[in-house]
């Protein structure tokens, strides 16, 4: 009788590890097909989403190009234009009558004095060579 329970016992303690191995398999199996379909949507969403960007891209484009055309626009941009020469030559007046260089001023400035530099080196090279030529004995 013992050894009758003792077998029924085995016998159940073995159809609990096959039954916890192929719950493993099945997990295990699960967790793979999850992996898979995971990266296919990774994959899908990627060229999903560049797709998209694509699309805005062109759309812009398009939106710019129209916008370009447009009268109103065409009229605002020739407005700013004028507005911005308007400005720029209140500053440039405002700067003469405080007497202060504007960056063109300053630029010119700049330009001359890169000149100035430029024939004051050359001539200091020239007086150099003068110098060594006449201190040299003959």
């Known amino acids: 009788m013992a050894e009758t329970e003792a077998t029924i016992v085995e016998e159940g303690r073995e159809r609990l590890n096959a039954a916890r191995n192929r719950i493993d398999d099945e997990i295990q199996r699960v967790q793979e097909d999850l992996s898979e379909r995971r990266k296919r949507l990774e994959k899908q969403f990627a060229k999903n989403r560049k797709s998209f960007e694509k699309q805005i891209r062109k759309q812009m484009k398009q939106i710019r190009r129209d916008l370009r055309k447009n009268r109103v626009v065409k009229g605002l941009e020739k407005w700013r234009g004028q507005a911005e020469s308007q400005f720029g030559d209140a500053v440039e007046n405002l700067l003469?009558?405080?007497?202060?260089?504007?960056?063109?001023?300053?630029?010119?400035?700049?330009?001359?004095?890169?000149?100035?530099?430029?024939?004051?080196?050359?001539?200091?090279?020239?007086?150099?060579?003068?110098?060594?030529?006449?201190?040299?004995?003959?």
């Open 96 to 138: 003469g009558t405080f007497r202060i260089a504007s960056r063109d001023d300053l630029n010119r400035i700049e330009r001359k004095l890169g000149r100035f530099n430029k024939r004051l080196t050359q001539i200091e090279r020239e007086q150099a060579n003068h110098g060594a030529d006449t201190s040299a004995p003959a």
